[in-house]
């Protein structure tokens, strides 16, 4: 009850906060970028894929070249701005990023109670939210905590995958497969949490002796199994991420 009731008061600081919190220099980035992605997927609009001809270029040079980063997170406010005529973008996306920063501090905590108990969970999700980087950059940005995110969800997804292995963990392929999607939908470092989740699998079977005798005795069926079931969370994740 104290990690359930240390991650609310964190929530409700952090939306309070980010309410009245400023705007950070790649706003203008992320934000278009968003909005114009959302543009391709339902107006069939293409200007996403070449930003050398928008007003912000000129401003801005390097926004020519965003068009090569995903928006995996940006396309959420954007989505939510849309759906609801909201015309505070900024105050949605500031909303929407405190929130994923607050998930990177609940996995933190999650991480910390699966390697040894409540008591490390509860530290470990205190001390990512008294970490100036990580709090700071929940309220400005935009690719830096959600990509965080990401590869704390996976890991976490990891953890609880590999520790039920013979027996498949839903827990553990649900949060996997998200934090691969997610985290590949953002930055080009994404696709090394798909690498994480084999390499992970594959020193279970190593090191873990339970896991070495299905060798042993000759279950190939079972090991055939988990491989298949690890290549299509996978490679489906990352599939759908780089869309």
Sequence with gaps: WIFVG???????????????????????WYGTHGEMVLKYYLDKD????????????????????????????????AVISRAFHIDNFLLVKRICLCCVGFL?????GLIGKELLNWKLGILAMLFAALTPNIFGLSFCGGQDISSAMGFAMTIYGLICFTKEL?????????????????TTSIRISGPLTLMYFFVAVVFEFIFRKDLRQLFLKKKFSKILKICGICLVIGIIAFLLGMC
């Design 46 to 77: 293409t200007s996403c894929l070449d930003y050398s001809k928008l007003e912000y270029h000129s401003m801005t040079p390097n926004f020519g070249i965003k068009y090569f980063a995903g928006a995996g997170f940006e396309i959420i406010p």
């Design 166 to 182: 013979p027996k498949i963990s839903i827990r553990g392929s649900i949060f996997t497969f998200l934090g691969i999607m997610f």
């Design 6 to 28: 240390l991650a609310a008061f964190l929530l409700a600081i952090m939306v309070l906060n980010a309410t009245s919190a400023g705007s950070g220099g790649d706003d203008l």
């Design 104 to 108: 990177l501090m609940l996995f933190a």
